[in-house]
């Protein structure tokens, strides 16, 4: 994993990223322990806090900008990819966090997210997924499971959802994530991984909207089952789970599944083993779709590929214009071509 | 070159009209005889009428190209009402075109294009080569495709490859008509096709075939001259609308010492101008080709935010679809300009004409009151200036500036006097210094009441800003109602201060009396062609042209109040009229619309004030 250099004499700390806004979440709510985790990673990632800038459109979670005490903007619904996108062209040298929702990101700013996933820009965006809407009050989004009844759908939801992981492989994304709320050491550790991963990361966060969809995500976070529910991977290890760390994953044919190490002679050795850095996406499609009951979900770092941001690839070219083209400056410009004098 | 055996005529000006189907290539002829104009001195203006389809059905009246230019010995402000001479390729461009015309215009052309099945396509029952219908015109009868083919027969070229310069033989015979040389046109082959000599080769003979062949059959009685223009001394090229808001972005950009960022999405007809920014990166100009408009400007304010000079181009339905984040650039107070080159609306209407329509739009198409300065450009070479005084303004002042250009402005073009960037007026952004203990997102300067610009990366003055209300100096977010209205007030205020930092309105003519004319934006040049004339034949009309319509200029309602009628001309149902009238209730207004994707004629305009002054 490629990690920005650190510079220990900085010496920052959670302080130094706190606002003095209230936090206005509700009590409960999974994205409190969001910020903490997001509180941990700022200051341990060597970058001097005037270099960050966090951006979002609008929901719950779009409030995040004004709870931290960085470089700003609270846009518009849906938009934040192309905000960020803007500020990181404009000033590559910046730390640029991108908080939405799975209405903000999936639904009204679905095109945007496949677009800033599939251009590559190095901008960390953290999405908070609690399959609802929260700050309308309790509509259906796009991440909500066919079926379930919700303001909107009171006869239960007509359309399937959106998987978001598997959105970024569609994109062509290089780098996914999936993290729960309820695991703030998790987070801290895979932010961090995101934030030294060159160009588009995309983290979701399974968070849970405790006022309009509690529990939503239990089976893969409570205390019961989550064990047997979470798959946290791990690049070189293999996909083991279960509380008796009995249980892995396989391929066989073309498909993933569940075996129980030591039946039908099974070892650790037949267990699939993470590499989140290959190219082809296949594998990693396939651990974005598992979700419980048949499969744990999978967590932590699932595709980390190294490959040239969209920024760097502008400014390259900027630079090297700039050393070949004969204009240098908008006077020659504006004699090229045919002119002529007027005596 | 022998051309001597013919009377020569001096005319004043003359309109050329190329026409023909939209792979023949009349978009290169005209811009080639553009540049003979050019060099012979003349002040001109063109238009290109190009239909919205790229290959539309070959030889039908959907599928016709066209390019006029107007060029004179005395300046010459738009691309003429109707053409005197026609280039018309085949049945169909001769059919698109006969309204476009004089009725005593001279007609070339290409009789072997006058097939039956030509015809049919362009909807003749009869040839109207042979039935009469262009009695009172001069028809030139040139067998263009036979004799191009003949041209070129010992190059040894497929037939397709050896018709294809075709344009060029009836280029000769216009230039022939008009006194021009045609050394330059080949030094534009050689450079052009540097790698295809054949192709040098075959341009060049057809193009002298052509010339000659005018020569030959004497097929004009005489040939024509304009003198040079009276320009004032300079340096000279020619530029569209599109190209000059480009370049005016570019100018903008070094002169404030901010890299250009553009955050747009193609639409026509402003693409040109994505195009155009997309090709300076070694100026730092970043053109960002966003999923969609909004991405397009949320691109923008989100470079504007970082501290870059942010611009984002569109056309009518475009800005229909920014409206959201033109509320956002509002609120969060930071210098964006939106262009929209308007075309004909509403909906997708007609793409490729222009139009007038977007005015309310760009005042007023937002959400909650969200007021933006609002500058239109006047012609095709001021549109540089424009751009460059939305920018200034923006950055300046702190607020998105809309800058309105359309359809005509951007695809014409006239005689660019090149200024030297350093002359142009200074741009001052009021950046914030680190560490400045004195930094509030909100504070105002005392004179704009602009906030002032502090940039990520700077130590010391970290905030946040967004679409939610912000109490007033701190911004921090707050649903205080008294601080709401004041911050609306202070929004508004910000804007409306603009009125300071503008040239006040020139009136042409007598500055008071019975009639004055009024217009905005891309009019500018057919009503004042209309004024000249009209003064010139001793008519008692005054013109005033707006080119700051958000803020006003401070004299706009001394200069409307010194006359007993004004009428506003616009290519629109009234939209500039009622802002007028709600502004300054008290005059006596008159309305002189038109809606049909065209400009007005000076003609019609003329006909439309005689027929007031003689009430």
């Known amino acids: 994993m490629e990690k920005v250099i650190k510079t220990p004499e900085l010496k920052l700390t959670k302080k130094d990223f706190e606002s003095d806004a209230m936090v206005k979440w509700c009590p409960g709510c999974g994205d409190h322990a969001i910020l903490k985790a997001v509180e941990n990673v700022f200051p341990v990632l060597g970058i001097p806090k005037e270099k960050f800038v966090v951006v979002s459109g609008i929901g719950c979670s779009s409030r995040f900008p004004y709870y931290m005490n960085t470089y700003g903007v609270h846009g518009i619904h849906g938009r934040a990819a192309a905000l960020a996108t803007g500020i990181k062209l404009t000033n590559p040298d910046l730390s640029v966090w991108m908080i939405s929702g799975d209405g903000d990101s999936m639904a009204i700013g679905g095109n945007h997210f496949i677009h800033v996933v599939r251009r590559n820009p190095d901008i960390n965006l953290l999405m908070f997924n609690n399959k609802i809407y929260g700050l309308t009050k309790g509509q259906f989004s796009p991440t909500t499971p066919k079926g379930a009844k919700t303001k909107t759908s009171p006869q239960g939801t007509f359309e399937a959802p959106f998987n978001p992981g598997e ?98 002679g099974i070892t650790e050795k037949d267990i699939l083993v993470h590499d989140p850095t290959t190219e082809d996406s296949g594998i990693h499609t396939m651990l974005a779709s598992m979700m419980p009951p048949e499969f744990p979900a999978a967590l932590g770092v699932i595709r980390s590929v190294k490959s040239e941001t969209f920024e760097k690839a502008i400014w390259n070219t900027v630079e090297r214009e700039k050393k070949e083209s004969k204009l240098k400056s908008v006077d020659d410009l504006l004699r090229t071509g045919n002119t002529w004098i007027k005596e | 070159m022998a051309n001597k055996k013919n009377k020569v005529i001096e005319l004043q000006n003359a309109v050329v009209r190329f026409a023909g189907d939209s792979g023949d290539g009349m978009q290169l002829t005209g811009n080639l005889f553009l540049d003979s104009t050019a060099i012979v001195g003349n002040d001109f203006a063109t238009f290109p009428d190009y239909p919205a389809e790229i290959r539309a059905p070959q030889g039908t009246i959907s599928g016709v190209s066209g390019f006029q230019i107007n060029f004179g010995d005395k300046n010459i402000h738009t691309s003429g ?238 800005l229909s679809l920014k409206s959201e984040a033109i509320g956002l650039a509002v609120m969060t107070e930071l210098p964006i300009v939106i262009v929209d080159v308007q075309r004909g609306g509403p909906s997708t209407g007609l793409p490729t004409k222009s139009e007038q329509s977007d005015l309310m739009q760009a005042l007023y198409g937002r959400n909650g009151e ?185 004299n706009t309602e001394k200069v409307l109040s010194k006359f007993k009628r004004i009428l506003v001309c616009e290519n629109n149902m009234g939209q500039f009229i009622n802002y007028l009238k709600m502004n300054f209730p008290k005059q006596n207004y008159l309305q002189y619309n038109k809606v049909q994707g065209l400009p007005f004629k000076v003609a019609e305009l003329k006909e439309k004030i005689n027929s007031l002054l003689n009430e």
């Open chain 2, 81 to 318: 009402d109707l053409a005197n001479v026609l280039v018309a390729m085949n049945p169909a461009s001769l059919k698109a075109n006969m309204n476009w015309i004089t009725n005593d215009a001279i007609i070339i052309v290409d009789t072997d294009a006058f097939t039956e099945k030509n015809l049919e396509k362009a909807g003749y029952e009869t040839n109207p080569l042979m039935d009469g219908s262009l009695s009172g015109h001069l028809v030139v009868d040139a067998p263009i495709t036979s004799m191009t083919r003949d041209a070129v027969k010992d190059l040894q070229l497929d037939n397709k490859s050896a018709q294809k310069s075709k344009n060029m033989f009836a280029l000769g015979m216009v230039l022939y008509m008009f006194n021009r040389t045609y050394d330059n046109t080949i030094k534009f082959f050689e450079q052009k096709f540097k790698t295809k000599p054949l192709v040098i080769e075959a341009n060049k003979r057809v193009l002298i075939a052509g010339y000659n062949f005018a020569d030959t059959i004497e097929a004009f009685a005489s040939t024509f001259k304009v003198e040079p223009a009276p320009l004032q001394k300079g340096l000279y090229r020619n530029v569209t609308g599109n190209l000059a808001t480009a370049w005016g972005f570019l100018a903008a950009s070094e002169r404030s010492g901010l890299n250009l960022f553009l955050g747009s999405y193609p639409i026509t007809p402003a693409s040109e101008i994505l195009q155009e920014i997309a090709k300076h990166k070694q100026f730092s100009a970043i053109a960002f080709q966003a999923e969609d408009e909004i991405a397009g400007i949320v691109s923008t304010i989100g470079a504007s935010f970082a501290g870059a000079m942010a611009i984002t181009t569109t056309s009518g339905p475009g």
């Open chain 1, 167 to 264: 959105l970024v492989m569609g994109a062509h994304g290089k780098f996914f994530a999936r993290v729960v709320d309820t695991n703030i050491k998790m987070m801290t550790q895979v932010f961090e991984e995101a934030a030294g991963h060159k160009g588009t990361s995309v983290v979701e966060i399974l968070a849970n909207c405790v006022i309009f969809n509690n529990k939503i995500h239990a089976l893969i976070t409570s205390r019961e089952t989550k064990e047997e529910n979470q798959l946290f991977l791990e690049a070189g290890k293999p996909m083991i789970f279960g509380k008796e760390r009995d249980k892995g994953i396989v391929l066989r044919g073309t498909k993933l599944e569940v075996v129980k190490i030591g039946e039908n």
């Open chain 2, 370 to 554: 969200a007021p933006v300065i609002v500058l239109a450009a006047n012609s095709a070479a001021d549109c540089f200036y424009a751009a460059y005084e939305a920018s200034k303004l923006a950055i300046e002042h702190m607020t998105p500036v809309i800058l309105l250009t359309d359809g005509s402005l951007a695809n014409g073009s006239e005689v660019f006097l090149i200024p030297e960037v350093a002359s142009l007026p200074e741009i001052t952004p009021p950046v914030v210094e680190a560490n400045d203990p004195d930094y509030k997102p909100y504070k105002r300067d005392k004179k704009t009441l602009a906030r002032r610009w502090a940039i990520p990366g700077t130590e010391g003055l970290r905030h946040r800003i967004g679409g939610l209300e912000k109490e007033d100096v701190t911004g921090e977010v707050t649903y205080d109602p008294l601080n709401h209205e004041k911050m609306v007030k202070l929004r508004q205020e910000k804007v409306e201060r603009v009125a300071d930092y503008i040239p006040k309105l020139t009136v042409t003519g007598e500055d008071e009396g019975d009639l004055l004319i009024v217009g905005w934006g891309g009019t500018y040049g057919v009503l004042l062609t209309a004024i000249e004339e009209l003064r010139e034949e001793g008519k008692k009309v005054s013109l005033v042209h707006f080119k700051h319509i958000m803020p006003l200029p401070k």
